[in-house]
């Protein structure tokens, strides 16, 4: 409780009064200013009454238009005070926006005077960074009906908004050019619920009829549904490479954007599905970010904002010097290890029997930082993990030991891979050799797909793919 | 809304056209005019004429500034007579907060003119008296004070 200047000009004249009185030994001015503190008195205790009424009575609401929006996009966003009944005080409400937001002009604030029960303002404003943001607490201020004291108090409105990044448009999730359902054709988290298609099985009574894939109906010439995973008991844990190889493509449209849009749509998913899910972030030097398998709220929402947070990270350089060389080669390793065989000192002593026992091979997959980091992921999970893994073809012998090493530790793999033949520039001047390039792609991903619990898709742009599918059909016409 | 200018009650100018303060201001004049002599009846007049200008809360200070110069003169008893003005900050409560708080401030400033005769009784010292009244009445406004904190839940404990 705050004291106004009319407050402390009473208190000052009371004091007056009683300074008087004892001064000049008269009891007249001494009870004057003690009837005068009664009266101060009864005023904040009044205004204590009022106070608890208005907050009682109180509501605020923060509406954005939209309660996602991406990154420099305006939003308008909409201030409702209302009071359930008309109070004696009156309240002053200023929301301060989230300290990343942009606003022109002041901050918005809303003003009750007494009587009237409802206020209302709109604004814009726009939010130059990715992530998820809570409205600070309101700052509430009411001013008794005599306006002798007032009180802040805050009003946590509870609105979140979420700014997403600048997404790439025309996402296509598919096999062999055909386009799957779960997240194909809308933004991620935008469609229909459903983590992986399981299976296409003919149409029975009762299946709803969105359920319907019309493909594999006119395939089959009668009516197919497909169905989707929805395990709820298996942790899931999505793996996004971001090394310098996922930064090909145009600003906002680069592999690591559709990666990023396929993760964040499993990561909606896994959230609307209850299913604990963890990431692993994978950049140049290894792992990045690491969020163990969660089912909270709180972890979902770190997830998406650690995907947001994901950039490119920097090339750590070829790896060079005579001795990586030379031992990349398994017979430049024996070679080195016989001489050190011979070498009595304790420097060829300590290192021999590293080359003796190991091959070059072996040494050249575990310094390749996604395969190490894989090989950790399953290390540091339990049981039967199921790893979303969004990566680009480079790299093709790796990803091929990866998904053998998945699945060998008795995992699932879900592999989303970016082919470089739709983010290269200038791959689309020569189609028949871009064609031969998807082929040579499309055949890679048969193969590792014949891995057990194992399922390859790819991912890109659709309109760069239905061009290339479209220039293929129009030169075998 | 802007600060008002820097007087005691200018929202008191208001009041003077309104019921509890006119009889605020009979109560005045004729109960001094019954308290003392016939002349203290003028020297109601001097809260009456500030109620005008300035509010009841002016009024009220302007009143016990005339008795302090002339109660005695005009026969006019410390207790009661600051009762009876009292009825001008009595007369604007019940206009802003309603009959019952007024009934509250009536009723706090009878007992605290009845614990300044028993304090003034004990100690038999001004100075006493007024340290303990006006220490009492600074620390139930501290303790309102607290008591908003706590209903608002505005402490962290």
Same mark, same amino acid.
């Given at each position: 409780?705050?004291?106004?200047?009319?407050?402390?000009?009473?208190?000052?004249?009371?004091?007056?009064?009683?300074?008087?009185?004892?001064?000049?030994?008269?009891?007249?001015?001494?009870?004057?200013?003690?009837?005068?503190?009664?009266?101060?008195?009864?005023?904040?205790?009044?205004?204590?009454?009022?106070?608890?009424?208005?907050?009682?009575?109180?509501?605020?609401?923060?509406?954005?238009?939209?309660?996602?929006?991406?990154?420099?996009?305006?939003?308008?966003?909409?201030?409702?005070?209302?009071?359930?009944?008309?109070?004696?005080?009156?309240?002053?409400?200023?929301?301060?926006?989230?300290?990343?937001?942009?606003?022109?002009?002041?901050?918005?604030?809303?003003?009750?005077?007494?009587?009237?029960?409802?206020?209302?303002?709109?604004?814009?404003?726009?939010?130059?960074?990715?992530?998820?943001?809570?409205?600070?607490?309101?700052?509430?201020?009411?001013?008794?009906?005599?306006?002798?004291?007032?009180?802040?108090?805050?009003?946590?409105?509870?609105?979140?908004?979420?700014?997403?990044?600048?997404?790439?448009?025309?996402?296509?999730?598919?096999?062999?050019?055909?386009?799957?359902?779960?997240?194909?054709?809308?933004?991620?988290?935008?469609?229909?619920?459903?983590?992986?298609?399981?299976?296409?099985?003919?149409?029975?009574?009762?299946?709803?009829?969105?359920?319907?894939?019309?493909?594999?109906?006119?395939?089959?010439?009668?009516?197919?549904?497909?169905?989707?995973?929805?395990?709820?008991?298996?942790?899931?844990?999505?793996?996004?490479?971001?090394?310098?190889?996922?930064?090909?493509?145009?600003?906002?449209?680069?592999?690591?954007?559709?990666?990023?849009?396929?993760?964040?749509?499993?990561?909606?998913?896994?959230?609307?599905?209850?299913?604990?899910?963890?990431?692993?972030?994978?950049?140049?030097?290894?792992?990045?970010?690491?969020?163990?398998?969660?089912?909270?709220?709180?972890?979902?929402?770190?997830?998406?904002?650690?995907?947001?947070?994901?950039?490119?990270?920097?090339?750590?350089?070829?790896?060079?010097?005579?001795?990586?060389?030379?031992?990349?080669?398994?017979?430049?390793?024996?070679?080195?290890?016989?001489?050190?065989?011979?070498?009595?000192?304790?420097?060829?002593?300590?290192?021999?029997?590293?080359?003796?026992?190991?091959?070059?091979?072996?040494?050249?997959?575990?310094?390749?930082?996604?395969?190490?980091?894989?090989?950790?992921?399953?290390?540091?999970?339990?049981?039967?993990?199921?790893?979303?893994?969004?990566?680009?073809?480079?790299?093709?012998?790796?990803?091929?030991?990866?998904?053998?090493?998945?699945?060998?530790?008795?995992?699932?793999?879900?592999?989303?891979?970016?082919?470089?033949?739709?983010?290269?520039?200038?791959?689309?001047?020569?189609?028949?050799?871009?064609?031969?390039?998807?082929?040579?792609?499309?055949?890679?991903?048969?193969?590792?797909?014949?891995?057990?619990?194992?399922?390859?898709?790819?991912?890109?742009?659709?309109?760069?793919?239905?061009?290339?599918?479209?220039?293929?059909?129009?030169?075998?016409? | 809304?802007?600060?008002?200018?820097?007087?005691?009650?200018?929202?008191?100018?208001?009041?003077?056209?309104?019921?509890?303060?006119?009889?605020?201001?009979?109560?005045?004049?004729?109960?001094?005019?019954?308290? =003392?002599?016939? @002349?203290?009846?003028? /020297? $109601?007049? &001097?809260?009456?004429?500030?109620? *005008?200008? !300035?509010?009841?809360? +002016? %009024?009220?200070?302007? =009143?016990?500034? @005339?008795?302090?110069? /002339? $109660?005695? &003169?005009?026969?006019?008893?410390? *207790?009661? !007579?600051?009762?009876? +003005? %009292?009825?001008?900050?009595?007369?604007?409560?019940?206009?802003?907060? $309603?009959?019952?708080?007024?009934?509250?401030?009536?009723?706090?400033?009878?007992?605290? %003119?009845?614990?300044?005769?028993?304090?003034?009784?004990?100690?038999?010292?001004?100075?006493?008296?007024?340290?303990?009244?006006?220490?009492?009445?600074?620390?139930?406004?501290?303790?309102?004070?607290?008591?908003?904190?706590?209903?608002?839940?505005?402490?962290?404990?």
């Amino acid at each position: 409780m705050r004291p106004t200047p009319r407050f402390l000009h009473a208190i000052g004249t009371g004091v007056v009064l009683a300074g008087v009185g004892v001064l000049a030994v008269a009891p007249v001015a001494v009870l004057g200013s003690v009837a005068l503190g009664c009266w101060l008195l009864v005023e904040q205790f009044t205004a204590v009454r009022e106070f608890r009424q208005a907050t009682n009575r109180l509501d605020i609401e923060i509406t954005p238009l939209r309660n996602a929006a991406i990154v420099d996009e305006s939003l308008s966003v909409t201030v409702d005070a209302t009071l359930t009944s008309p109070v004696d005080s009156t309240v002053d409400i200023v929301v301060p926006l989230p300290p990343s937001a942009e606003h022109d002009g002041s901050i918005p604030t809303l003003t009750l005077y007494p009587g009237e029960t409802t206020a209302s303002r709109t604004f814009s404003c726009s939010f130059p960074v990715a992530g998820e943001f809570a409205f600070p607490a309101a700052t509430v201020t009411l001013r008794n009906c005599r306006e002798t004291v007032t009180e802040t108090v805050p009003y946590d409105p509870d609105q979140r908004l979420r700014i997403d990044p600048r997404r790439p448009r025309n996402l296509h999730i598919g096999q062999g050019g055909e386009r799957i359902d779960a997240y194909g054709e809308h933004p991620a988290g935008s469609g229909a619920s459903g983590l992986v298609p399981e299976e296409i099985r003919q149409y029975v009574t009762g299946d709803a009829l969105s359920q319907i894939d019309w493909k594999a109906t006119a395939r089959m010439q009668s009516p197919h549904i497909r169905e989707f995973e929805t395990e709820t008991s298996r942790e899931t844990v999505i793996a996004i490479d971001h090394r310098h190889t996922m930064d090909q493509g145009p600003a906002g449209q680069t592999m690591l954007d559709y990666a990023r849009e396929v993760a964040l749509g499993y990561a909606r998913a896994a959230e609307s599905f209850d299913d604990p899910l963890g990431l692993y972030a994978i950049g140049d030097g290894g792992i990045t970010a690491r969020r163990r398998p969660t089912g909270s709220s709180q972890g979902y929402r770190h997830i998406r904002n650690a995907l947001h947070d994901l950039k490119p990270t920097q090339s750590a350089g070829t790896v060079t010097g005579s001795t990586t060389d030379r031992l990349s080669r398994p017979q430049a390793a024996w070679s080195v290890a016989r001489e050190l065989s011979n070498d009595d000192s304790a420097f060829g002593q300590a290192v021999a029997p590293f080359l003796a026992d190991t091959e070059a091979y072996v040494h050249r997959v575990d310094s390749d930082p996604l395969f190490q980091s894989i090989q950790r992921l399953l290390t540091e999970t339990s049981g039967e993990v199921w790893l979303i893994l969004l990566t680009t073809d480079t790299g093709r012998n790796r990803l091929r030991d990866i998904a053998s090493l998945v699945a060998s530790e008795g995992g699932n793999l879900s592999l989303f891979l970016t082919p470089q033949v739709l983010f290269d520039t200038g791959a689309m001047d020569d189609l028949t050799a871009a064609y031969e390039r998807y082929a040579a792609f499309e055949s890679f991903r048969r193969t590792v797909a014949r891995n057990p619990r194992t399922d390859v898709y790819e991912v890109g742009p659709g309109d760069r793919l239905d061009a290339l599918l479209a220039a293929r059909r129009r030169s075998r016409q | 809304m802007g600060e008002t200018p820097l007087v005691v009650a200018p929202w008191g100018r208001d009041l003077i056209g309104s019921g509890p303060s006119l009889a605020a201001a009979f109560v005045t004049v004729i109960g001094f005019g019954l308290l =003392g002599m016939p @002349a203290a009846a003028v /020297v $109601g007049l &001097v809260p009456v004429a500030v109620l *005008v200008i !300035g509010g009841p809360l +002016l %009024a009220f200070v302007s =009143g016990i500034i @005339a008795l302090v110069g /002339v $109660g005695e &003169v005009v026969g006019i008893s410390p *207790v009661p !007579g600051v009762v009876v +003005l %009292a009825s001008f900050l009595i007369a604007t409560t019940y206009d802003e907060h $309603g009959r019952r708080t007024a009934g509250i401030y009536l009723s706090a400033v009878v007992a605290a %003119a009845g614990m300044f005769v028993v304090t003034q009784a004990v100690f038999d010292t001004l100075t006493a008296t007024a340290t303990l009244l006006i220490g009492g009445i600074v620390f139930m406004g501290y303790g309102i004070h607290r008591y908003e904190l706590l209903t608002l839940g505005l402490l962290d404990e």
